[in-house]
């Protein structure tokens, strides 16, 4: 949940987890809308940022054609790790960022496996193929 105005500690949820059992976690979320609140946070789910600040915001669209729609704000570069969850690995992943629009194919590559497991300590967010993306 994203309480505007609070930080990574301190949100009024503490009383909510028994209302979130029926909920499954999803991944790999086909949108994602990440609004930096400090330095400390530098992943979000398939979206990292090597020096996150306060005032950073990611917005990130992955739809079913293998179009990646991004519109960032104060972010100079950022990490999309993708894998087969999200794309169609036969065709090409068009990447549109404001007026600029990329075409990358699917390479997926085991060392980047390796390292996403390692860094995310989770199988189910680990992704095999990383595209950097300057807007």
Same mark, same amino acid.
């Given at each position: ?15 909510? !987890? ?9 991944? @790999?979320?086909?949108?994602? /809308? ?59 992943? @068009? !990447?549109? @960022? ?10 997926? /590559? ?12 989770? !199988? ?12």
């Amino acid at each position: 949940m994203f309480k505007k105005g609070y930080g990574h500690g301190g949100l009024p949820d503490r009383d909510m !987890i028994a209302s979130m059992y029926d909920f499954e976690r999803q991944a @790999t979320p086909r949108e994602l /809308d990440w609004e930096m609140t400090d330095s400390v946070v530098d992943h979000f789910f398939w979206l990292s940022v090597k020096e996150p600040a306060r005032g950073q915001r990611i917005e990130a669209r992955m739809d079913e054609n293998n179009n990646l729609h991004i519109n960032s704000e104060k972010v100079s570069n950022f990490t999309v790790h993708l894998d087969r969850r999200l794309i169609d690995a036969a065709k090409p992943i @068009t !990447i549109q @960022t404001g007026d600029r629009k990329q075409e990358v194919e699917y390479r997926p /590559d085991i060392e980047t496996l390796c390292r996403s497991v390692a860094e995310m300590g989770d !199988i189910n967010l680990a992704t095999d193929f990383e595209v950097q993306i300057q807007p």
